[in-house]
């Protein structure tokens, strides 16, 4: 049985890695590799579920290898099967089959062939390694894959600006789950004193003893699983990136918004459901949040005059549905509910093309001039302003603007007045400052050691704040960028006497990328005139190679599960002790803008118009 | 308020303004036309030079690429030689040929428009149309909405902006997030000049920046200025004009300011440093735009030059048989080129026309239960009469997953739990075994095979809606005439004449009116072929005829019939009123349009890689039918892609030619009409139709971005009247990539049989059909109907045009040369077998 949970992940890893390797022209060889990997994937899988189902279908959990381990923390990789796992995979593996199938044709000479079956690969690899996870950690990392293969599907038309935008738009609010996760890992690393694996969660006895001293630890691992959620399945306030992300080729916002992507909030809620399923409040936040989020959606759908973002706004009162009934601890009721919704867009959207032809001649027999609704009967003043906060989407969009872009450009353009030259006459010093007081700690007053990490936290901060607000120098963004991480790693050092192979652990990542990166700008700056931050250049047009090697850089840099630096950011955290909220505020904060600011730099620089008129330059506003 | 003596004329930029944007119809009235019909009245190279630098559209192709087709042959040499010569001179033949093949030219590239309006952007560092520009879409889309959502805009009558105001004047939520323009809307005072001085400031720039604003989101505006010219192109009509589209923007614009900078900003005109270029004033001219003109003219003339001198190969003229097995009349559409050349292959002694696809009636068609009326014929007709259906068995299935219940909160939980594990069935269904269901659209049922159509008038009275029902026998006669004398067929009829209309039909395609007839206004021409077929056959309407020296036989029956392009079948229709004789003929003729049909569908399959072309006929003909219903297929049919040509004349003057499907074909018989007085007729169209397709896939070729729609992957369908890419992007008129991409940029070269002097004096009759031809947007050639000689037009004058070509190639087989080649094919002489 292991070896084949095994197997099911090996297999779309493998398709992946053999998909990369094919050229572009082979268009049968790519779709076929999706193709016959996904088939594989789909016939095993269903075996694996016969042999499972006769075999007493009993919660599997596999110890995988271990990535690190240090006296108090496991970076343990661990799959985990059950009910919820053998319904998502079924669901997964079978929409994405079609589709691949269907791409084949629907994309055929599209100039991203290569592009398209590459992520969809890697997408359905991180669903896995997701789906499949028996722990946070692993699920970290299945997240994250996702979260990227989104942004790439996204921006699949980078030559154009507002895929490029939304893009960027559902990575943020990505961003904000991923720390949500981050944060949940971090606290339940202080509540349980060790990384528990999801079969630990499901012992009652366990939970309610850990809980019992620990409510309030509780209650805010459940709200930081709960932001998480909310945001990648787009319920209140995040529910308007979800329209916005239809920008890709129609079968993948298809699989991902109408499908798979957008329910894996749901799929969180239900993983972690012993362990919140006694806390009263964190079950009632989840039903208003669920019954909230369907009611202002239902409204926004209703008055939806294109026929995707109806379609998507439609999931996501359906998913408030889904909230609810797992809140309830209706778990089968809310797996069917999925099922079935993740079918019907996926459906709805692959034909929504059709809705012309059919609509208009469903209009031009059954007529009526207009069709009343049920609104037409509230008070005229009452019904028109329902109509228009619905039309400008409850202002969702202008929220999360508010809430998310506007501080940070603010904040961003305060440190104007800081200058390379400023930034680095001042900071150098002051960081070797920092490092001779680590080393000569016991010749300074304690009480200033521990105003230390927080002081260096959010040093951290500015700078990265400053990395997401440059407009000019990419170079100064970049450096930046690697030097939050240092100050991060200073900070954390005051915090705990630990092995400095952590602290290695952790950087090296980041040393070897960032350099590679600076590296990778240069070779662009001596082909190209123009590269800063001011407006997007779409260099991608005529350095592919260069994009993607900064594509792997960026990653790298933030923290994606290619370098050691994936494990560093979660060991890091597990470094900030229960007490020090301001420390793992300023961190995780870090980390989310850390993100922005590298996904920021590689969009302008490589990814919208490319402005050289020797080819079609698309209008901006489409 | 305006003043007499102001600058700026309100009412003169709005239709200045609609002039210039793109004219594209609501999808389901998607009908092509030339993109740049705003620079018709300029000569063609000069209007895409104004094109390019007032608009920043690409109106050519970058000169490697040309330099790439010149690589590989696709430009001659000889032809690159000549038409430098004729723009440069001999003596610079050298230093000319040198600069087309290898200098270097500067990229600089900046468009007037949009200059102004960018200030927002470089002094105030505001992004005005990230702000405005969603809530301008979302609120004109749900306005404007046909039947996606299903809480419609709850004031729809009173006209954009009156809508808008009332809305906002009883809500309490508002459109704006600020005082002013809140107020300024609600009292209503303000005039676009009145807002372009808050704005703007002076006064010769407001023109100016209404184009840099329109032209933001020509889309959006397009449709906008198309509604308002034609309201019934949607049929739940909306009141809408430019100038309220223009108000409220600016009133948006307004806010937005305000809500950043207060109440005090100043005006765009007092912080610019410099004005702006005017944007039509004289445009200098360079080298690079004269370097490309003459790489498009040998690009153009390399093609042309081998169909010419095919024209001209003396091949063995076609035995006349002494009786003909059949006549069939088609549209002049290109896609008929090849079927009719199988179709005389396979049977020697059958004849074929092609006129255009209305038959020459022209009417509005209510299908039984039909809530409104459809036009049947050319775009700029305006036809007096109606033709009703009765009888109709067709059944229209309903679709679930279409249905707003699936929308619905309660009812979705209900729907996505059973109805949503159907559609995973039927999305496995359809792409394992793909077949037609109620989304696909299916030319045969624009009219049912079996219903009955109310043709001849009743009594004068009988009126619809102002129209007349049907049509008296006099009014039959003359059309019937009509097309008769224009294609020539006036005597030798045979016992059976098809009218074959044609259509298309397609899955998953918001394009789906592009691929239907363009003389029926983009629908299938099933009904005009039956309503001409039952004129031809009705007794008196023949002994009108006769009166006026047209004698059709007795044993003479005309058949109607539907051509669907996409899967390669031919529905016929009354074939139950054939004589006995006629039935048996009729039979034996019908096995020769299936195979035929066969034949047409493997030649066809040739452009699509997903098809293995060395397969039988017969099989490759059931994946081509496989096509038209599959969700995922983007390419149905390439429609009109390999467009080119345009032939007016007898049969005999093409018919030894393998074309590859590129030429539009007008039957004509110059004998019959020594003075032009029909060609006068054909020749009107030829513009606006044959044209109008031809450069519409000319300019969507050049710049698919900003000309055409860009790939129809992601495209997304708005308000069911356009398409957007995701949503919140401006509405994409012209073609997807997926109908131009194997199309050759070349313009039409309609050759006409007919002397050089009439085919002159014909096309010069009217200046609304000679300015396409005097401004060169479509090229014209006369073929002498005895010498062969041929005369090409230019400057006002045909002059003789000797081919370059000397040799055209002989084949004995079509079937070898379809199934090595997928690109477009060079011009063939047919050894007829």
Sequence with gaps: MTTLIHTLIFIPLIGFLVSLLIPQKQERLLSGVAFITIGIHLFSFLSFLVIWILNGHQTLDVKDVCLYRSKEYVFLIDFYFDKVTAAYILVGAFLTFLVSIYSRAYLHREVGFKRFFNTILFFYLGYNIAIFAGNFETLFIGWEMLGISSFLLIAFYKDRYLPVKNAIKVFSVYRIGDVGLLLAMWASHHLWHENITFLEMHNPVFVSDHLQNHSFIGVFISLMILVTAAAKSAQLPFSSWLPRAMEGPTPSSAIFYGSLSVHLGVFLLLRTHPFWENQTSVKIIIILLGLTTSIVTTLIARVQSTVKSQIAYSSVAQIGLIFIEIAFGFETLALIHFAGNAFLRTYQLLVSPSVVSYLIREQFFKFTPRQLTIEDTFPKRIEYSVYLLSLKEFNLDAFMNRILWKPLKDTGKMLDFLTIKSLIWILVPAYLGGLFVLFYEDSFPPLLIGYLPTMFSFIALIFVLKAFSERNSVRMAWLMVIMNHFWIALAISFNEHFDYTEILLYLSGIVVMGTLGLFTLRRLKTQEECVDLNQYHGHSFEHPKLALMFLICSLGLTGFPITPTFIGEDLIFSHIHKHQFLLAFFVSSSFIIDGLAVIRIYTRVFLGPHNKPYHEIPFRSS | ?833
């Design chain 2, 1 to 833: 308020m305006n003043t007499s003596n102001s600058v700026f004329d309100e009412h003169t930029v709005l239709h200045d303004l609609g002039h210039f944007l793109p004219a594209q119809n609501p999808l389901k009235d998607f009908i092509h036309h030339n993109t740049l019909h705003a620079f018709q009245h300029l000569k063609f190279f000069e209007g895409l030079k104004q094109a390019n630098e007032v608009f920043g559209y690409k109106v050519l192709l970058d000169i490697s690429e040309y330099r790439e087709l010149y690589n590989v042959k696709r430009i001659r040499k000889d032809i690159l030689q000549q038409k430098i010569m004729e723009k440069k001179g001999k003596e610079n033949l050298d230093s000319w040929y040198k600069k087309l093949t290898h200098s270097n030219y500067p990229l600089t590239w900046s468009p007037r428009i949009g200059n102004l309006r960018a200030s927002w952007k470089r002094e105030y560092f505001i992004d005005l149309d990230l702000i405005v520009q969603p809530a301008l879409f979302r609120t004109l889309c749900s306005y404007l909405d046909q039947g996606i959502s299903i809480w419609n805009f709850p004031i729809p009558d009173l006209g954009l902006m009156a809508s808008i105001r009332e809305l906002e004047r009883n809500s309490y939520v508002s459109f704006f997030k600020t005082q002013r323009a809140r107020d300024l809307m609600l009292a209503n005072e303000s005039s676009i000049t009145d807002l372009l001085k808050i704005l703007v400031g002076d006064e010769t720039l407001y023109s100016h920046y209404l184009f840099d604003q329109q032209f933001s989101h020509q889309g959006w505006s397009g449709m906008v200025a198309s509604i308002e010219r034609e309201p019934a192109s949607l049929l739940d009509t909306k009141k809408v004009t430019l100038h309220d589209l223009v108000l409220f923007e600016l009133l948006l614009e307004i806010d937005a300011l305000d809500n950043k900078f207060g109440k005090v900003w100043a005006p765009l005109a007092n912080v610019i440093k410099e004005k702006p270029l005017d944007l039509f004033a004289p445009i200098v001219q360079s080298e690079l735009s004269e370097v490309l003109e003459i790489w498009q003219n040998a690009f153009e003339w390399t093609y042309y030059d081998q169909v010419l001198a095919g024209l001209q190969v003396k091949t063995t003229p076609s035995k006349t048989p002494e009786s003909k097995s059949f006549q069939a009349f088609f549209c002049i559409d290109d896609r008929e080129c090849s079927l009719r050349r199988y179709l005389e292959n396979l049977d020697h002694n059958c004849e074929t026309f092609g006129t255009p696809g209305f038959f020459g009636v022209e009417f509005f068609y209510r299908p039984e239960d039909g809530k409104f009326l459809t036009k049947l014929c050319p775009a700029p007709v305006t036809p007096k009469y109606l033709i009703t259906e009765g009888g109709n068995t067709l059944k229209r299935g309903t679709e679930p997953h279409f249905t707003k219940y699936t929308h619905s909160l309660l009812g979705g939980m209900l729907v996505t739990q059973t109805l949503g594990f159907w559609a995973a069935a039927r999305l496995a269904l359809n792409i394992f075994r793909p077949s037609a269901s109620t989304a696909t659209v299916s030319s045969f049922k624009h009219m049912d095979k079996f219903s009955n159509l109310q043709i001849e008038n009743k009594s004068l009275d009988d009126k619809f809606e102002g129209l007349q029902v049907g049509f008296t026998v006099e009014e039959m006669a003359n059309r019937v005439e009509g097309v008769l004398r224009t294609t020539g067929l006036l005597q030798e009829f045979a016992d059976l004449i098809y009218i074959i209309g044609h259509g298309s039909s397609s899955v998953n395609n918001p394009h789906y009116a592009a691929y239907d007839c363009g003389a029926c206004c983009g629908r299938p021409g099933s009904v005009n072929a039956r309503v001409f077929s039952f004129m031809a056959n009705h007794l008196e309407v023949r002994k009108v005829l006769a009166g006026r020296g047209i004698n059709i036989p007795a044993s003479t029956q005309f058949l109607g019939g539907l051509h669907d392009t996409t899967r390669d079948e031919i529905v016929f229709y009354d074939e139950s009123n054939l004589s006995p004789e006629n039935s048996i003929t009729h039979l034996k003729n019908n096995q020769i349009f299936r195979k035929a049909l066969d034949l047409n569908a493997k030649e066809r399959s040739r452009r699509f890689e997903a098809i293995d072309t060395k397969q039988s006929a017969s099989k490759i003909h059931e994946l081509i039918r496989r096509r038209s219903v599959s969700l995922f297929e983007p390419r149905p049919e390439l429609n009109h892609a390999t467009n080119a040509l345009c032939i007016i004349g007898r049969r005999d003057v093409s018919k030894g030619l393998f074309l590859d499907r590129r030429s539009f074909m007008n039957s004509y018989d110059y004998r019959t009409d020594g003075n032009g007085t029909y060609l006068l007729n054909i020749m009107r169209p030829i513009g606006p139709v044959c044209g109008g397709i031809n450069l519409e896939y000319f300019f969507s070729r050049m710049d698919n971005q900003k000309l055409g729609a860009g790939t129809k992957l992601p495209h997304n369908v708005m308000g069911l009247f356009g398409v957007a890419n995701g949503t919140d992007g401006d509405l994409r008129p012209g073609l997807p990539s997926q109908m131009i991409e194997v199309h050759d940029p070349v313009r039409l070269l309609v050759i006409v049989e007919h002397y050089p002097e009439v085919v002159l004096s014909v096309i010069s009759k009217e200046a609304a059909t000679y300015e396409w031809f005097k401004n060169e947007w479509v090229h014209i050639a006369a073929i002498h109907p005895e010498t062969k000689e041929l005369f090409v037009f230019n400057d006002g004058i045909f002059s003789a045009y000797k081919p370059l070509t000397e040799n055209v190639e002989f084949i004995q087989n079509v079937e070898s040369v379809v199934e090595l080649n997928q690109e477009n094919c060079p011009v063939y002489c047919l050894i007829e077998s």
